[in-house]
């Protein structure tokens, strides 16, 4: 079992860039396969990134936005740049011992608590 906690939200002006960070107790996250979830209010939850050996994009977020791992810090980033405010939603990490990188939020058993990120016009 792994817990994830997410930090780096906050409010940014459009075209500004945060980072996310998302932290794994565990001493198996190299085993897991690591994504980013976002969710608006009122909307699904949405695929932003995954990683394992390799990486996976939204195309809304691909160019923009660059997910990666420090295995040996448990930790897994998000560095968001040119943002917009339609990118405006809680940002999720999440974890699956499932090899593909799986862009259904059905396929991660372990989620953060999530972290605000406000873009504004």
């Known amino acids: 079992q792994v817990q994830l906690v997410e930090s780096g939200g906050g409010l940014v002006q459009a075209g500004g860039s945060l980072r996310l960070s998302c932290a794994a107790s565990g001493r198996t996250f190299s085993s897991y396969t690591m994504a980013w979830f976002r969710q608006a209010p009122g909307t699904e939850r949405e695929f932003v990134a995954a990683?394992?050996?390799?990486?996976n994009y939204d195309d809304s977020v691909r160019g923009r936005f660059t997910i990666s791992r420090d295995n040996a810090k448990n930790t897994v980033y998000l560095q968001m740049n040119s943002l917009k405010p339609e990118d405006t939603a809680v940002y999720y990490c999440a974890a699956t011992l499932a090899v593909p990188l799986y862009s259904d939020y059905r396929k991660y058993a372990y989620w953060g608590q999530g972290t605000q990120v406000t873009v504004s016009s």
């Open positions: 990683i394992r050996w390799s990486v």
